[in-house]
């Protein structure tokens, strides 16, 4: 049997693709994933994120195409892979009915951790990730964040060189997700590579490299800075008293793909050939009788998000 | 310690501790069998007594009161009331008020005295099978009156009871019934084991793990193999002490026997849980399984008595099977070496439903 490869790209796939009847869940999907790093899905739901991670582990059968995890190829090679990997579920996926202990001591065995081993990776588990407390709790009665905390635990303790992350802070209050994202950083400076899907942005931010996903097709790729900086897009914030004659105003303009309302402000996507844009719009204000100021501003991730999705676009 | 073998004590470990978590579970574990032994030693009864019945006496004479006071004293029937016609008797039966109407005509007298035609009439509720059978019994009452020196024709046949002479319902019930609470318990408690954790999510982590098929498989069921045989005990003690079941083979033959049919029901368990995806519909298709085994094993009816087709699918049934050896074993004392036709299609059941679980279990989700 093939052995798991340290060098290369951690997962490679190309032209990946997975019909469900005559959904196409996943779409043609390439991308190389480099080591030790975060790498992000970012899309909404029924973009596809779960499915690809899904192929990714060897739980599904890709329709078309090929994918290399850590130079394994999956499906077929996929019980190599297990010692190296950790999937975190979506759902909560430990027994509800045993304890936080209960639960750690079972996969220390399942992983075949060496035994004089297992005690000793299990406290310092219990200790990272601040579990000591509820030690003796059943999983079932933990909260969100406590949950999420053993979920972790529990997919690193055999330490494998390759973590899934599937939406992992969707039921966690803001501080158990700083918290979080603490422990991944930690994991990523032990040379750990991390793939996590999510649909937060500011998530999505801290990850090195991101990957956004819109109807299962990749749609941008890159580093989160370098993908706001080349944005297929001008951005504009217009600041008035009168947002929703700007905003009827701003939809009826040709090169307006989108426009969205935060607080006073508009957060208009104009389409990158737009010549004199801040002129022209001002002028298109001005004409309908609305006072206010218009300026350029850097593309936030969501612009980036929603100009490559083509949402809202018209 | 070998890989596979540590996690599958880890496996069959967790299984127990969540079982023993797991009140109802574990309340069925010993709650299926004492019921069901309760209910069909006590309620299940062939040897039927008490049939509601009526009599319409339009003689009048001693020799009518004779034979309904024999009828009575036979505890066959029950006398509710007494009517003046037959067409009364035959609107109490038409309402289910009585199993049993009893017809005595005007000219009974001179019928017991010709002797060549029945001097009675039983109007006998028909649409239950075992009632319509005792009812019939009555017939061979003697007929009071006949003189004694029209002594009567010797029968054909004479009947010997072997194995249970007092023909107790319970003798027959009890072997049966192991098989039947077995693979009741055994089908539902492992199809539910996995699919519980398909539904709950904990499967599409175990599968991601190093854990084989085999492993998981074998892991899981482990455990209800001494439940299974737990549950043996408790209904041949219940059986031995409460209804006098005899035991007349060797124990351990009956717990070899006992120990393959726990396999092959295991396995149909297995096989269930690869093709249901909630619990309830794992309910479902063991209950699909369960009937046919109870109507079509010869635990209820004879076997031979079944038309040809339904025979061909009782052959197939575990429980059939299951059936005639514990019947051989417990009540006739024969040796578990002279029953290897049942054991050897046990076997091969086994075999065949744990290979199509194995290969229809994929680590993967779709």
């Known amino acids: 049997m093939s052995e798991p490869t340290e060098t290369g790209p951690a997962i490679r796939a190309g032209n990946l693709t997975r019909r469900f009847g005559r959904l196409t869940a996943v779409d043609g999907l390439s991308l190389a994933i480099p080591r030790a790093q975060i790498y992000g899905f970012l899309g909404p739901n029924g973009s596809g994120k779960s499915t690809t991670i899904r192929m990714f582990c060897g739980l599904l059968k890709p329709t078309a195409g090929e994918v290399e995890v850590l130079g394994l190829e999956m499906p077929r090679e996929a019980e190599a892979l297990r010692h190296s990997i950790g999937y975190m579920t979506q759902r909560f996926s430990l027994y509800e009915d045993l304890t936080v202990l209960e639960n750690l001591r079972f996969l220390a065995r399942i992983y075949t951790l060496p035994r004089r081993n297992r005690a000793t990776r299990i406290e310092a588990a219990i200790a990272e990730y601040r579990l000591a407390g509820q030690a003796g709790q059943r999983a079932g009665t933990l909260s969100g964040g406590e949950r999420q905390r053993l979920a972790l635990a529990a997919v690193t303790l055999h330490e494998p060189e390759l973590l899934f992350l599937d939406e992992p802070t969707s039921a966690v209050d803001p501080q158990s997700r700083r918290d979080f994202w603490e422990s991944l950083f930690g994991l990523v400076g032990r040379g750990t590579t991390i793939l996590v899907s999510t649909h937060y942005m500011d998530e999505a931010e801290r990850c090195h490299r991101l990957a956004i996903l819109s109807r299962g097709r990749l749609v941008a790729e890159g580093a989160p800075r370098a993908l706001m900086r080349d944005i297929d897009a001008i951005v504009l914030e217009i600041e008035t008293e009168a947002t929703t004659e700007a905003q009827r105003v701003l939809n009826g303009l040709e090169y307006v793909r989108s426009v969205a309302q935060l607080g006073t402000r508009l957060h208009a996507l104009l389409q990158r050939s737009t010549e004199d844009a801040v002129e022209r719009t001002r002028a298109a204000l001005r004409k309908a009788g609305i006072t206010g100021t218009v300026e350029l501003t850097p593309a936030n991730l969501e612009d980036v998000f929603v100009a490559a999705t083509g949402a809202g676009a018209h | ?366």
């Open chain 2, 1 to 366: 310690m070998l890989r596979p073998i540590v996690r599958m004590l880890a496996i069959a470990g967790k299984e127990v501790r969540q079982l023993r978590r797991d009140r109802l579970s574990f309340g069925m574990i010993i709650g299926i069998p004492l019921l069901q032994i309760l209910l069909f030693g006590y309620a299940i009864n062939f040897d039927v007594r008490g049939l509601d019945a009526a009599v319409a006496d339009l003689s009048g004479t001693q020799d009518a009161r004779r034979l309904v006071a024999a009828a009575e004293a036979s505890q066959v029937v029950k006398l509710r009331g007494r009517v003046d016609s037959a067409a009364a008797l035959e609107e109490l039966l038409n309402d289910g008020r009585i199993a049993v109407g009893i017809y005595i005509p005007p000219d009974f007298a001179r019928r017991l005295e010709d002797g060549d035609r029945p001097a009675a009439q039983l109007l006998v509720d028909g649409s239950d099978p075992i009632i319509e059978g005792v009812a019939r019994g009555l017939t061979r009452l003697e007929p009071p009156g006949r003189h004694a020196a029209a002594t009567p024709e010797p029968a054909a046949f004479e009947v010997r009871t072997f194995y249970n002479p007092e023909r107790r319902s319970a003798v027959q019930i009890v072997p049966g019934l192991i098989g039947v609470i077995l693979n009741l318990t055994m089908v539902l408690f492992t199809a539910i084991a996995i699919v519980r954790e398909r539904e709950r999510g904990n499967l599409e982590l175990l599968i991601t793990t190093p854990v084989a098929t085999p492993e998981l498989m074998i892991a899981k069921i482990a455990p209800y193999v001494l439940i299974g045989l737990v549950q043996v005990t408790i209904i041949l003690l219940a059986g031995v002490y409460l209804f006098d079941v005899p035991v007349r083979g060797d124990l351990t033959d009956l717990y070899l026997a006992a120990l393959l049919f726990i396999a092959a029901t295991l396995s149909l368990g297995l096989l269930i849980s690869t093709l249901a995806r909630t619990q309830f519909q794992a309910m479902q298709l063991t209950v699909f399984t369960f009937l046919p085994s109870i109507l079509l094993s010869g635990f209820m009816f004879p076997f031979d008595g079944m038309p040809a087709a339904a025979q061909r699918i009782g052959e197939i049934l575990p429980l059939t099977h299951f059936v005639r050896l514990v019947r051989g074993i417990l009540l006739r004392g024969t040796d578990l070496s002279e029953l290897m036709t049942p054991v050897y299609a046990l076997s091969a059941f086994f075999a065949v439903t744990v290979t199509l679980a194995i290969l229809r279990f994929r680590k993967r989700l779709d």
